[in-house]
């Protein structure tokens, strides 16, 4: 693939960082990801995926947007209430960078499609808001070898996790939640409250740790949990380690 003149320029900031350079951005043009919600979190993490030049994006979202979802889901406006989330994220995002090929997935993932959906994408960015998608999701990457960022965001904290599951050491998300929650369902963020700068703070740090997958720089949070509270604005990052009796040794 040979760059044009307008994809230079539009690249130049990074093409110019020596970990990156042409060889690097050609990386990540090639590179396809799967957006999991289009809401605090996806929202960030779409928006920069697709202005630094990740040429394939996939966002699946069945939900609409409310108004409620405003204060922290910053792809929408309010003249785009009762739209479908994934379609509109997307239309924006076309205006972002008309390099990318999106696919909008309008349904609800479920262990019945998540083969079909996420078989052409190389990696997958976890923004939803519920344990039943987190663990459905951590379970594909880690049957199918694949890299999974997620992140989680409540009240004023957060937290990112990176499981690549190519690597054979890699933790999974049932070790960090052996006992997974009653209702899988809950979304915190509608019954615990949750301030919108955390979908930024969090979304930008998955974002970022999905370049440095992909382009294979720097330290990545592999087998690490990085737990953030927002109030007291600390950062920690916490090895995670593989649990002898959890699910993840079947596979
Ligand atoms: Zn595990």
């Given amino acids: 693939m040979k760059f044009t003149k307008k994809q230079i320029e539009r690249y130049s900031r990074q093409i110019i960082l020596k970990k990156i350079g042409v060889i690097g951005q050609k990386k990540l043009l090639k590179s396809s990801v799967l957006i999991v919600g289009a809401g605090g979190l996806g929202s960030p993490i779409?928006?920069?995926?697709?202005?630094?030049?990740?040429?394939q994006i996939g966002i699946i979202d069945k939900d609409n947007i409310e108004i409620s979802n405003l204060s922290r889901q910053i792809i929408f406006s309010t003249n785009d209430l009762k739209k479908n989330k994934s379609s509109?994220?997307?239309?924006?995002?076309?205006?972002i960078n008309p390099d990318i090929e999106f696919k909008s997935f309008n349904k609800k993932l479920t262990k019945k499609n998540i083969n079909t959906i996420a078989?052409?994408?190389n990696l997958i960015v976890d923004?939803?808001?519920?344990?039943?998608?987190?663990?459905?999701i951590n379970d594909y990457c880690l049957q199918n070898k694949k890299i999974?960022?997620?992140?989680?965001?409540?009240?004023?904290?957060?937290?990112?996790?990176?499981?690549?599951?190519?690597?054979?050491k890699s933790p999974c998300l049932r070790c960090f939640v052996p006992n997974a929650p009653t209702n899988l369902d809950i979304d915190n963020c509608?019954?615990?409250?949750?301030?919108?700068t955390l979908g930024?703070?969090?979304?930008?740090?998955?974002?970022?740790?999905?370049?440095?997958?992909?382009?294979?720089?720097?330290?990545?949070l592999c087998g690490h949990i990085l737990i953030i509270d927002g109030l007291k604005l600390t950062f920690r990052k916490v090895?995670?380690?593989?649990?002898?009796?959890c699910y993840c040794n079947e596979i």
């Fill in 46 to 55: 779409a928006i920069y995926l697709a202005a630094l030049g990740i040429g």
């Fill in 119 to 121: 078989k052409n994408f």
């Fill in 88 to 95: 509109t994220a997307i239309s924006k995002l076309k205006k």
């Fill in 148 to 168: 999974l960022i997620s992140g989680a965001i409540s009240k004023f904290d957060g937290q990112v996790y990176t499981f690549n599951f190519s690597k054979k």
């Fill in 239 to 245: 090895k995670l380690n593989k649990r002898s009796d």
């Fill in 127 to 136: 923004g939803s808001d519920n344990f039943r998608t987190r663990f459905l």
């Fill in 190 to 196: 509608e019954y615990e409250g949750v301030l919108g």
């Fill in 200 to 220: 930024g703070i969090i979304g930008t740090i998955q974002a970022n740790e999905v370049i440095k997958e992909i382009l294979e720089i720097g330290d990545t």
